[in-house]
């Protein structure tokens, strides 16, 4: 029997994990992570890798101005830009208690930028925060610099201060360009404001310039998201995010509140958004990387892909992997390979710690041998929708009852399972997460 698409959809339509590590968040060791465990497998996992491929950096700048009540992430809401020097005072002296715990010149091969709203910050404040960073430290011979802008903020001078400092990949935030949806989620941006920044970095010589996407919002329509990906394609980002709204009200409070939920799509409608959306991107010359994500072919994302070096962490999809990635800031979260550790979620609670000289780490999971075997096949799959264990002893019992726990999704076409590894099939791509679900039961 020939099962179609609507049909996958009510099957295996069901909320995951993002992966975006593994074992993810709500899984973690309730016992959480010492501090001397922390700075032992920081340790460790950087004198292992420093001289071989660096680090990654990712820096967590939390303000906005205003609340778009669709947005999941961090932040704190203001108009007081006097927060601005003594969070950024904060986040060298953080960085200076890493720099005190390795001893070494540190190599950085990626910095992020992310937010919040990294444009909230003036572009004087910017330049004093990244020259800090990078005082006593070295560049890899590839580095990538990256940081995600405000269409409505980001300014002529925050493009070339950032570039002057080395960032050549931006990213910018659109969401929706209905009138009535963006009212809806309080992220009023004309298309004007998109299409200045978006020029005005390509002309400045950034090499990467993304926007991001989002289906499954309130009051959206098929014919207005077809309309979004068709105004975007006049601008031909390098890259576009074209992910899921996740509507988790519970755990976001009042600003997911704003809507009634009759405002969103249903579930199959949502599906159809992606796949009709996804048809589109395809046909103006994009190509899909990993889940969620599409790039032209000259970008460093695809050609990555391409060479088997696609990565995926805390920060989404990158051109290559390093085993240290240090996260600074409220909220951030560090992965040490061994281990994960997040940062205090208040402004306070994390410039308190900071300032009485301890490393901000408030929760995290020490990973296990099988945790470790298992998000390594975790990666393949998402960035590679491949994995294969030839010659790997001792696999975990989940291994063993693949042929029971991924029947289904084998029957219906969406992964091939042969005796030492696992494909996901071109029909099987966008139910990527579950198959993991199902793979590693996490």
């Known amino acids: 029997m020939i099962i179609t698409s609507k049909e996958?959809?009510?099957?295996?339509?069901?909320?995951?994990?993002?992966?975006t590590s593994y074992p993810t968040v709500p899984f973690w060791d309730e016992a959480g992570i010492s501090r001397a465990q922390w700075r032992h497998d920081v340790i460790k996992s950087f004198l292992a890798t420093n001289e071989k491929e660096g680090l990654s950096l990712y820096i967590h700048l939390p303000f906005c101005e205003s609340l778009c009540t669709f947005c999941g992430c961090h932040k704190r809401i203001t108009k007081r830009h006097d927060v601005e020097v003594p969070y950024i005072d904060t986040l060298l002296t953080e960085w200076k208690l890493y720099k005190d715990l390795l001893r070494h010149k540190l190599r950085i091969h990626e910095l992020h930028l992310g937010g919040g709203t990294p444009t909230f910050f003036s572009p004087e404040n910017l330049r004093k925060l990244i020259n800090g960073i990078l005082d006593d430290c070295e560049l890899t011979q590839d580095y990538e610099f990256g940081f995600e802008g405000h269409p409505n903020n980001t300014t002529t001078e925050h493009l070339q201060v950032l570039y002057d400092l080395g960032f050549r990949r931006c990213s910018f935030g659109v969401q929706d360009y209905d009138a009535e949806v963006q009212r809806v989620i309080h992220r009023i941006q004309p298309f004007e404001n998109v299409k200045r920044v978006t020029e005005e970095a390509r002309q400045m010589g950034y090499t990467s310039?993304?926007?991001?996407?989002?289906?499954?919002l309130p009051k959206q329509t098929l014919q207005g998201v077809l309309e979004n990906i068709r105004i975007t394609g006049e601008l031909k980002p390098d890259r576009i995010a074209f992910y899921s709204y996740a509507h988790v009200p519970w755990i976001k409070g009042l600003g997911q509140r704003g809507y009634d939920e009759k405002d969103l799509p249903a579930d199959e409608v949502k599906r159809e958004l992606y796949e009709q959306?996804?048809?589109m991107l395809m046909e103006m010359g994009y190509e899909e990387i990993g889940m969620d994500h599409f790039a032209l072919k000259t970008d460093s994302?695809?050609?990555a892909m391409q060479a088997g070096t696609l990565h995926?962490?805390?920060?989404?999809?990158?051109?290559?992997?390093?085993?240290l990635m240090i996260g600074l800031g409220m909220s951030s979260i560090s992965d040490s390979w061994y281990s994960f550790a997040q940062n205090e979620k208040s402004v306070e609670d994390y410039e308190a710690r900071v300032h009485r000289g301890e490393l901000p780490v408030f929760r995290g999971h020490s990973l296990t041998e099988e945790d470790l075997l298992i998000r390594r096949h975790?990666?393949?799959?998402?960035?590679?929708?491949?994995?294969?264990?030839?010659?790997?002893?001792?696999?975990?019992?989940?291994?063993?009852?693949?042929?029971?726990?991924?029947?289904?999704?084998?029957?219906d076409g969406l992964v091939v399972l042969e005796k030492e590894s696992l494909t996901v099939t071109p029909q099987g791509i966008p139910f990527v997460r579950t198959s993991a679900w199902r793979l590693m039961r996490a």
Request: with cysteine.
């Open 209 to 216: 310039i993304s926007h991001d996407l989002v289906f499954g």
């Open 378 to 411: 975790i990666l393949n799959l998402m960035c590679r929708f491949h994995t294969s264990w030839s010659g790997e002893e001792n696999l975990p019992e989940v291994f063993h009852q693949l042929p029971h726990s991924l029947k289904t999704m084998m029957d």
């Open 277 to 279: 959306g996804k048809m």
């Open 8 to 19: 996958l959809i009510r099957k295996y339509n069901v909320p995951g994990p993002r992966y």
């Open 312 to 323: 995926r962490n805390f920060m989404g999809y990158a051109s290559g992997k390093t085993q």
């Open 301 to 303: 994302l695809y050609l």
